[in-house]
C-alpha cells in the first residue's frame, strides 16, 4: 500500500509545477499541471486517411488539421474513428484546434487526436488549448512547443462551471457578430446595386434631364444597348494603353527607383512605407516609370477575386512596377481614373473577368489581351465626372460605416480572447474556494487508473 502510495506522490511531483515556474497566479485551489501529465495524445496513424483519398461526399466527414472543420469525406469504414468521443483535435503543421464530438475520420499528416485524463472536463481544456500562444514556425511542426505547455487546472465542478459561462460569452459574442456580418453583406449588395445604378445611366438621369432636356431619357437604340442616347459601349483596347511590369528584381547600375509589388496593395490603394528599390537604366526609367492617375491592374495572384482588381496611382513620388501588374494609360479627356477604377469593382467587369482568368499551379492570371477585350459603358466626360463624383460621396458614408463594423469585430474579436484568458485565471467569478483542491480530485483521478 506504501509502494502504491509513493508512486502516486512521485507522479504528482512531477506533474506539479513548483510557484517559480507558474507563469501567472490562480485561485489556492487550483493547480498548475504539466501538459503530458493531464492530456493524452490518441491518434490512429494505422487507420489515418491521406489527403489524396478524400471524397467530396461520403458518410463518414474527414478531419484532419486544416481550417476547415470537415476537409473531406470517405465511405470506408475501416477509416473511421473507433475511440471515445470526443476529442480535441490540433493541427501540427496549423496550430488548428477543433473540438470534434461526432463520427469521423482522422487525416493523416499533422492531425494530433488529444483527450484530457478521465475525471478531468475535456471542454475545458478545449478552450484553455485555444488560449496557448505557440510560436509560429510555417509548415514545421508545433506539437512539441504544445507539449512543452502548463495548464492551470481547477477543481472539476469549477472546470464545468467555467465552461458554461465562457460558452454564455461566446454566444453572445458571435451573435453579435452574425449581425455585422449580415450588415456587412446588406453594404455588398447595396454597393453593387448602386453601381448597376451608376453604369446603366439611372444614377444621373435627373442631371441629364437639367443639362439635356427631357429627351436624354430615350435610350441608344442604335447599339440596343439600353444606354442613354449619348453613351457608347467600348471595348477596353479601344481606349486603354497597356503594359506588363518590370520583371528585374535587381540592378547594378543607374537609377535607384521604387518598383510596386502585390505587398504594397493595401485595399485600393498603394502603401508606399515599405518599397522596395532597385537600380535602372535610363531605357527602363523611361519605360517604367509610373505618370499621376495610371491604373495598375493585378494580373497575377493566388486569390481569384483579386486578380484584374484596378489601382489608381497617385503617390507624389516616382516609382516603377513589378511584372505582376498591368500599367494601363489613357486619354484622359475621354475618360479618367476614377471611373476606371469604379468600373472594376463593380459586377459588370467582374462578370467579364471571370471568364477570363486563367488559372494553374494555384495562380491565377489575366492577360492584357483578356483585358482588352473587356467591355465597358462610356458615357460623355462631363457625366462621367457626375458619376464619380456622386458615388465618391455616396461611398464615404459607406466606407465609414464598413471601418466602424471592421473596428467592431476586431473589437469582438478581443473581447472573446479576454473572455477565455480571465476564465484560465479564475476570474470570472465562478471559483468556489470551499470545494476540495484540484490536487485531491487529481489524486483520485490517478489511482483510479491506476488501478
Not at 26 to 35: C, H, I, L
Not at 315 to 325: N, R
Not at 352 to 368: E, P
Request: charge should be positive; include cysteine; glycine fraction near 6%.
Amino acid at each position: 500500500m506504501s509502494k502504491k502510495k509513493k508512486t502516486i506522490e512521485k507522479i504528482l511531483k512531477e506533474s506539479i509545477i513548483s510557484d517559480e515556474e507558474q507563469p501567472y497566479e490562480v485561485p489556492e485551489n487550483w493547480v498548475w499541471m504539466r501538459f503530458d501529465s493531464v492530456i493524452k495524445t490518441n491518434s490512429n496513424r494505422a487507420t489515418a486517411i491521406k489527403q489524396a483519398n478524400y471524397e467530396e461526399e461520403g458518410e463518414i466527414p474527414v478531419i484532419d488539421q486544416g481550417m476547415r472543420l470537415i476537409s473531406g469525406f470517405t465511405n470506408n469504414q475501416e477509416h473511421k474513428y473507433t475511440g471515445e468521443l470526443p476529442v480535441i483535435v490540433f493541427g501540427d503543421h496549423t496550430r488548428c484546434i477543433k473540438w470534434i464530438d461526432f463520427n469521423f475520420a482522422q487525416g493523416a499528416d499533422g492531425t494530433k487526436l488529444l483527450k484530457p485524463l478521465e475525471h478531468l472536463y475535456p471542454k475545458y481544456f478545449y478552450y484553455l488549448l485555444k488560449t496557448i500562444n505557440l510560436p509560429n514556425k510555417g509548415y514545421s511542426r508545433h506539437f512539441k512547443y504544445l507539449r512543452d505547455s502548463v495548464l492551470p487546472v481547477p477543481p472539476l465542478e469549477e472546470q464545468k462551471r467555467i465552461v458554461g459561462k465562457v460558452e454564455n460569452f461566446l454566444k453572445k459574442i458571435d451573435e453579435a457578430k452574425l449581425l455585422i456580418e449580415k450588415t456587412e453583406e446588406s453594404s455588398k449588395l447595396r454597393r453593387s446595386a448602386i453601381f448597376n445604378r451608376a453604369f446603366s445611366g439611372d444614377l444621373t438621369s435627373e442631371w441629364r434631364s437639367e443639362i439635356y432636356g427631357e429627351d436624354s431619357r430615350e435610350t441608344n437604340k442604335i447599339n440596343s444597348s439600353d444606354l442613354p442616347l449619348n453613351w457608347r459601349i467600348v471595348e477596353l483596347r479601344e481606349i486603354l494603353q497597356m503594359q506588363n511590369g518590370l520583371s528585374k528584381r535587381k540592378g547594378e547600375n543607374g537609377k535607384s527607383i521604387p518598383v510596386l509589388r502585390l505587398s504594397d496593395i493595401k485595399g485600393t490603394k498603394f502603401n508606399d512605407s515599405n518599397l522596395r528599390e532597385i537600380k535602372l537604366s535610363e531605357e527602363e526609367y523611361r519605360k517604367y516609370c509610373l505618370d499621376l492617375d495610371d491604373i495598375l491592374f493585378i494580373r497575377v495572384n493566388g486569390s481569384f477575386d483579386l486578380v484584374g482588381k484596378a489601382i489608381h496611382f497617385n503617390l507624389s513620388h516616382d516609382a516603377a512596377f513589378s511584372d505582376h501588374l498591368i500599367r494601363a494609360t489613357f486619354d484622359k479627356k475621354l475618360i479618367s481614373a476614377s471611373y476606371l477604377k469604379y468600373l472594376f469593382e463593380s459586377s459588370l467587369v467582374r462578370d467579364q473577368l471571370k471568364g477570363m482568368i486563367v488559372s494553374s499551379a494555384g495562380q491565377n492570371t489575366i492577360s492584357q489581351l483578356s483585358l482588352g477585350k473587356i467591355k465597358i459603358p462610356l458615357p460623355p466626360k462631363k457625366e462621367m465626372e457626375q458619376i464619380t463624383n456622386l458615388l465618391g460621396k455616396i461611398f464615404v458614408k459607406e466606407e465609414n460605416i464598413l471601418s466602424h463594423l471592421k473596428d467592431n469585430i476586431s473589437q469582438l474579436h478581443q473581447m472573446k480572447q479576454s473572455v477565455l484568458l480571465k476564465a484560465f485565471k479564475g476570474e470570472l467569478g465562478t471559483n468556489i474556494l470551499a470545494e476540495d483542491n484540484a490536487i485531491e480530485f487529481l489524486t483520485s483521478s490517478f489511482q483510479q487508473q491506476m488501478n
